[in-house]
Every structure is written in C-alpha cells, then in structure tokens.
C-alpha cells in the first residue's frame, strides 16, 4: 500500500518508546502536541505584559480563557467520539487548523488593540471570540493523539508511552516561552510570537497531513479504528493479544465523568488540574510583581519565560526520566506527584527573587508533571481497548474543565489575600493525597497485561 511507512520492520524499540509505534511516526504525533503547546505557552508568557500595556486588570486577562476552556470541555469528547469513525489523523489535521485561525486573529486582535485602534474592552472580547477557536476546533488533536498511542501500546507499557506524548507539551512549555521574547519583532511588538506560531502550525499540519498514513475506517466504527493502525502488528479485529477479550472490538456503551471504572481518576484529574491552573494563572502576575516590572510591563516578558521554562524542563525531567526510571505506575505518579506539587507551591508562595520564584515553580512543576500522566494513564487502563476514544475524549474535558474558572480565580484570590490563594491551591493537593491514597487502583493491578 502507498501508506504504508517504510519502517515498519523497524529496529528495536528505543528506551521510552513504545515498539508498537515506528518512530517516525511518533516523531508526527509528538510534533503535533509540541507546536500547540509552545504557542499556548508563548502566548502565557506576554499576556501578563500585553495586559498592563493594554490598561486591563489581571482578573479580566485571566477569565478571557474561560470561554475557550468552557468549549473545551464540551467538544473534547464530541471529536473523541468523531475520531472513532473518521479516523485520529482527521481530528488531528482539525485540531491544528483551530490551533492555526486562533493564534492568527488572537495577534491580529491584540495588535489593533496595542495600536490604540480598539477600545481595552472590545480587544479583550474579542480576543476571547478567537481563542474559543482554540477551545471549540483545537480540542479536537489531542485526544486524538492519545487514543492513537493508548490503542497501540500493551498495558504494561502504556504509562511511559502517554508520559512520552505528555512530554511533548512539556518539551512546548520550555521552547514557547523561551522563543516568546525572541519574536517580539520591530512593528509587531508583543503579538510577535502569535503570528510566528500561526506559523509554525501551518508547518506542522503540512508534516501531518503529507507523512502520517489515513485510518479512516471503512466499516460503522464499534472500537476497531484502535485495532487497525497500517502497522505490521495489526490485528484486523481480533485484539491485540495483551488485552481481554471483550477488548477486541463490539458495541460498548458511552462512557461518562462518574462511570465507576474512571471516576477515581477524574476526581483526581479535576482536583489536581485546578490547584495546577490556579498556578499557572498567578505565575505571570506573580513575577511582575515580585520584580517591580509593572511599569516596564515590554521587559517583564523576559523573567515570566524564564520562570516559566524553568518549570517546563522540571516537567521534562519528570515525564523523560522520573516516570521511565523507575517506572511508575499510575497510582505513584499521581501521589507522588500532588505531593511534590504541594511542597513546591509552598516555596513558589513566599520567594522574592527571580531564582528563588523560578525553584519554587520548577518544584511544582515536577510535581504536575508526574501527575498528569498519572491520571491519563490511569483513565486509559481502567477501561477496554475500544474505548480508548471516550476515555481520551474524558482526559481532555477534565483537563479543560480545569480552566474554566480555575486561573480567574486564582488570580481573584492572588489579588485579594495572597496567604488565601496559596493555601487554597496547596489544601487541594493535600486533599487529593488523602482521598487519592483510598481510592486509586493499585498500579499492580492496572498495569498488568491480560492474556
């Protein structure tokens, strides 16, 4: 077949990568995650700034993303589901283009309202009208990516390779704000990084839509897309041998948030997901204010992305090395991780300098960071092979869910009473790690292959 990739004899599987997948393939996925993520990071890092220059209050800024992460949550599932029928690389492709209109109007917008053509107000509405393309059409990749890899990886080894894919925003959150101060170009100012990962986008898309073979089924979807990748190791069908055998494909009924089987894992998601929105709403802020650069808001993009990639490469360390050295399973990368988080919170609140602010951060981060794949891996092992779709679908809204209200509030809260904003983000994680402790599944159990 012309789709077929021409490494699928391919040689042993590197250490963190999962066999099942060629690695150029893998390379498209990772990529797709990548780009979204650093220009969302990118984006956070000179909102804080764009916000001073522009005369709006920090609250404002931060709830002008609720609206996105309102329609997140709603759509994520829907092109899960979608993706069941038409295939991951379509939902994809969709993704990247919602990712690809929202960062091209989102600079275009911020731009007039810089230039003094746009009211403050009408640059903020409508700068929340663009993003929501992001909320409503970008939701549509990554669970997408994800229920590409979970179909694809046996069990045992299904933790490490979503911690990969994870890694990719990671990986994103330390090149956005790295590149931020970078494409601040003359005439462009602070919309710069909008428009060059608008940019980027089409690049990747191209990459996707040229090199990643179709899977669109031929048949009325019944969980076999996850069944029937253009790979040698496919099973047209018939599982996949490490699975049970009601995984192999049949009816199965639509999963919901409290379905016994994942609500463990989506307490978790949504506990620990606001107490990590709440952080990344307040960080920015938080780091003008410490430094004194409210009045210089064009220099403070510099020590935001600097803050801000010391936590991204902690969430590297734990999604590259962490998880993979001493294979963590889903139950310890969750406790353990809101535990970290928890510690790193706590320094992150009282530190004065830039240093001390970017250790804190980075603690925390370590922490996120092995929590998240905690509870992705976890979702995705509590239910069948066919239902990987509804299970990434589920991820992705609980994710989103996050950041409805969570950094508006947040940031409420940061500017109210500083000790009310952090002690309520550190109960959350302490919360979790008593409740989680009683009613997460043991890692023996979720990890081990069915024969």
Request: charged share 10%.
């Amino acid at each position: 077949m012309a789709n077929r990739d021409p490494n699928l004899s391919a040689a042993p599987a590197r250490p963190g990568l999962p066999s099942s997948i060629p690695p150029g393939r893998m390379a498209l996925l990772f990529s797709v995650m990548l780009v979204t993520a650093a220009g969302n990071t990118a984006m956070q890092s000179v909102m804080p700034s764009i916000g001073t220059q522009l005369g709006v209050e920090d609250f404002w800024i931060s709830l002008a993303y609720t609206w996105s992460a309102l329609l997140w949550v709603t759509c994520a599932p829907i092109w899960a589901r979608r993706s069941d029928k038409r295939g991951r690389k379509s939902m994809m492709a969709l993704g990247m283009i919602g990712f690809i209109s929202s960062m091209s109007l989102c600079g275009l917008v911020l731009w007039f309202g810089l230039a003094g053509l746009l009211p403050a107000l009408w640059t903020l509405l409508l700068f929340a009208a663009a993003r929501s393309l992001y909320g409503g059409f970008g939701s549509a990749a990554p669970p997408a990516v994800q229920a590409y890899v979970a179909a694809r990886t046996a069990r045992s080894e299904r933790t490490n390779a979503l911690s990969l894919i994870a890694s990719s925003f990671g990986l994103g959150t330390v090149l956005g704000p790295a590149l931020a101060p970078l494409l601040i170009f003359p005439g462009m100012d602070l919309v710069g990084p909008f428009i060059a990962f608008a940019a980027i986008g089409v690049i990747a898309l191209v990459a996707l839509r040229w090199r990643l073979p179709n899977d669109e089924p031929q048949f009325a979807a019944r969980g076999k897309t996850f069944s029937e990748p253009f790979s040698a190791s496919s099973q047209s069908g018939e599982g996949s041998g490490d699975e049970d055998e009601e995984e192999s494909g049949g009816p199965h009924e639509r999963l919901s948030w409290w379905e016994p089987r994942v609500r463990p894992w989506v307490v978790a998601g949504l506990v620990g997901g606001h107490a990590q929105a709440m952080v990344l709403g307040i960080v920015g802020f938080l780091v003008l204010d410490r430094l004194g650069l409210r009045s210089d808001p064009l220099s403070g993009a510099g020590p935001v992305g600097l803050v801000l990639m010391a936590g991204a490469l902690a969430t590297l360390v734990a999604q590259w090395g962490v998880i993979p050295r001493f294979n963590l399973g889903p139950r310890a990368a969750t406790l353990g991780g809101i535990a970290l988080a928890g510690l790193g919170v706590a320094i992150f609140a009282v530190s004065l300098t830039l240093n001390a602010i970017a250790f804190g951060y980075a603690v925390a981060c370590l922490g996120f960071g092995l929590f998240r794949p905690g509870t992705t891996s976890g979702t995705s092992l509590a239910v069948t092979r066919a239902e990987q779709g509804e299970a990434s679908g589920i991820v992705a809204s609980v994710a989103g869910a996050a950041f409805v209200f969570a950094p508006a509030l947040g940031v409420w809260l940061y500017n109210l009473s500083e000790p009310l904003a952090f002690g309520l983000i550190i109960g959350l994680c302490l919360s979790l790690l008593a409740v989680g402790w009683k009613q997460l599944t043991a890692d023996d159990v979720l990890t081990t292959d069915r024969r």
